[in-house]
């Protein structure tokens, strides 16, 4: 092992490495290009023995690992945004196919209009797909993630193909000591890759996406259903053994300083490491306030989020996405999880960080205020709430200030 | 003043062009290209009734350049984008602006269509052998052992393949009625692109169908050289693989005489 001070997207590319990715298939996308420049150059000075596909565009690029998956390779992807979006019709076929593949995504907003910068409207906007999707918070998170997601996809309790997802600058090109491992020691987490599944196999031949009719297709769905749901099972055994072999602990859901906690806020990614500061913050004023973020938001930890809030009193919801004509997709999820419990928190969401404006302390802090002051009135006032608006925009443009969801 | 005499301005802005210094890195020929496409229009008188389509690329800002009307397709979608303009308003003259990633990659399948409709719009295709806004990656324009930022040690020709001459590809399809290639590496060259251009155009205006000007071009940044290194590059490297010419020249087109 080694500490090597590498960016997000290195980060990803180690991991790949790593891993012994039998193909890459990719095409370049900002933020995410030097995941792709970076496996390149492995794979042309043998650091990584790799088929690498430069594919003409995303989609073909889906296509090419769903084709290298299908034969029993271990295929690695990485896009972003429109890249992601253009994918959006091979995904389905990934998923359906129960090919684990891994792709790293570097969240970036999508258009119109045109931005480059992060939030997480592109993967969200994949999650019904059947694709895991993991959300990471710093760099060394970013490098374990790839390792435990192919290690808990490729269990034949699973199979299923995987995102991992960083916000794209302020992951991707932030550099941070990271833990690189050996290829021995990750061998001991990762064995080689030995398909689980079904392959294209002559000695065996086999037909793959025929036609179901009505009477199986909602079967194959529930099946997925349930892979998906086995992954749990799979990711507690990869954590505790990720644990054992590298020291690093993992979760679906991780909090902090929620035990007595009256306010939590819930969100994923990097806002998290500031929303702990503030946390800290606040409980040194006395506050009673908590985090939790949530890492594997494929399949959606339900469960273990009913069991964390249901004692909460006030719930805020960070979503740095937001679902057109409803609210945030994390409060969505988060609030239907919640609500059969027979005890359950009064709920807020809370839009912030869209097309990279950046969430910084004093937007948390403004969030923590506003849920205190819910927990005081005893009922949520305003359900879907924009704490970092640019209200002088708003103003040029005459749209309203005060309307809900 | 007196001294001086009369002044004569042989030289000034199109006034095609906005006030706005461009991005482009120095050296760039994107900018040579973005004035002759100016120069044309005005000289045409085109530009009250000209809709540019920009593509995704280093060119993607050419809507801030151009001073008329224009939208921004999505990567590779240009022609198709400018296919609904043009057919909701044929009296408009309806161009795209693309790189060789936007056309000859993700967009391939675009171009092809709408040069195998004839579709009745005209295509400025800027061929620099990379992806230039990404940081320079292998295009499927990249020469056989040029190295890019995804081609380390050169285009390797047995994973890669060969480059694809687009000019070449396109001229074979009935529905395209211009299709030729120029560079921008010297001034004598500059001057036939322009003309090119100028062709290009009229063969819309005359509703003759499809026409495409591909036009070499360097890209200093990504390809790690001074611009009078990129020029000679572009020189001794592009021009043999990719000669200019005139590819497709329908019959009703010879007859336009510029
Ligand atoms: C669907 C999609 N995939 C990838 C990208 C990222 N991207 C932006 S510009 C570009 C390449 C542009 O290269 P080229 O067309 O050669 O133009 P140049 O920048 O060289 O002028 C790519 C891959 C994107 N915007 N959309
Ligand atoms: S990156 Fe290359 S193509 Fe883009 S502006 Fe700079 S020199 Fe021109």
Redesign the pocket.
């Known amino acids: 092992m080694a500490i090597e001070f590498i960016s997000g997207c290195k980060a990803a590319a180690e991991a790949a490495r790593l891993a012994n990715v039998d193909v890459v298939a990719a095409?370049?996308?900002?933020p995410q290009t030097s995941i792709v420049e970076y496996l390149a150059k492995d794979v042309s000075n043998g650091r990584l023995k790799a088929e690498m596909v430069l594919a003409e565009?995303?989609h073909s690029a889906m296509s090419a690992c769903v084709g290298a998956s299908m034969v029993g390779a271990r295929a690695f992807t990485a896009t972003a945004s429109?890249?992601l979006?253009?994918m959006h019709e091979v995904l389905f076929y990934a998923a359906g196919l129960r090919l684990p593949i891994v792709s790293v995504i570097v969240n970036r907003s999508l258009a119109s209009p045109v931005s480059i910068f992060a939030d997480f409207k592109d993967s969200l906007a994949q999650r019904d797909t059947g694709w895991l999707q993991f959300y990471v918070e710093s760099c060394q998170e970013i490098l374990d993630s790839v390792l435990i997601a192919y290690r808990v996809i490729e269990d034949s309790r699973v199979l299923l193909p995987a995102f991992v997802c960083m916000e794209g600058f302020v992951l991707s090109h932030l550099s941070e000591p990271v833990d690189v491992p050996d290829v021995q020691t990750v061998s001991k987490f990762l064995p080689a890759c030995d398909p689980k599944y079904p392959t294209l196999d002559l000695k065996d031949p086999k037909i793959f996406n025929v036609m179901a009719f009505p009477d199986t297709y909602e079967e194959f769905e529930r099946d997925k259903q349930i892979s998906m749901l086995n992954a749990f099972e799979a990711l507690q055994e990869a954590y505790q053994d990720f644990e054992k072999i590298f020291g690093r602990k993992y979760q679906d859901v991780e909090t902090y300083r929620v035990e007595d906690a009256d306010i939590v806020l819930a969100t994923m990614g990097a806002a998290a490491g500031t929303a702990m500061m503030v946390v800290d913050q606040l409980r040194s004023l006395g506050e009673r306030v908590g985090l939790v973020k949530v890492r594997t938001f494929r399949p959606f930890p339900r469960r273990q989020l009913r069991e964390i809030l249901s004692h909460a009193r006030v719930v805020g919801v960070l979503d740095r996405d937001l679902s057109i004509g409803s609210t945030g997709i994390l409060f969505q999820e988060l609030q239907s999880s919640l609500y059969n419990q027979p005890q359950r928190p009064l709920m807020q969401n809370f839009i912030a960080g869209l097309g990279g404006r950046d969430i910084h302390q004093g937007t948390i802090g403004a969030i923590f205020q506003s849920l205190k002051d819910t927990l005081q009135k005893g009922f949520v006032e305003k359900n879907l709430n924009w704490p970092d608006e640019n209200r002088e925009v708003l103003s040029i443009w005459g749209l309203p200030v005060d309307h809900d969801d | 003043m007196d001294m001086l005499g009369e002044e004569t301005i042989v030289y000034e802005r199109p006034a095609t062009l906005t006030d706005l210094s461009s991005h482009y890195c120095p050296g760039c020929t994107?900018g040579i290209a973005h004035r002759l496409a100016a120069e044309v229009l005005d000289e045409m008188n085109f530009r009250e009734r000209t809709i540019g389509v920009a593509?995704?690329?280093?060119?993607?800002f050419a809507y801030n350049y151009f001073n008329f009307d224009f939208v921004q397709a999505?990567?590779g979608r240009a022609p198709a984008m400018a296919t609904g303009v043009k057919r909701v308003l044929p009296d408009r003259i309806v161009f795209t602006y693309?790189?060789?990633?936007?056309?000859a990659s993700?967009g391939m399948g675009e171009i092809v269509a709408a040069a195998a409709r004839g579709e009745n719009i005209t295509v400025i295709f800027?061929n620099?052998a990379?992806?230039?806004?990404?940081g320079g990656q292998m295009?499927p324009t990249t020469l056989p052992g040029q190295v890019t930022t995804s081609s380390p040690t050169g285009r390797d020709i047995e994973v890669a393949g060969f480059p694809i001459r687009v000019s070449e590809m396109l001229s074979s399809l009935d529905g395209a009625a211009y299709v030729v290639r120029r560079s921008l590496h010297d001034p004598k060259n500059i001057r036939l692109a322009k003309k090119a251009i100028r062709a290009a155009f009229e063969v819309q205006a005359r509703g003759l169908g499809f026409s495409m000007v591909e036009l070499l071009s360097t890209?200093p940044t990504n390809w790690g050289m001074t611009p009078v290194d990129a020029i000679h590059w572009l020189e001794t490297k592009m021009l043999p693989y990719y000669p200019v010419g005139d590819y497709k020249v329908g019959p009703a087109v010879a007859e336009i005489k510029i």
């Open positions: 095409y370049p996308i900002t565009s995303e429109q890249g979006a253009l | 994107h593509s995704v690329g280093c060119s993607v999505p990567h693309q790189g060789d990633g936007d056309l993700i800027i620099n990379n992806y230039g806004m990404t295009a890209c």
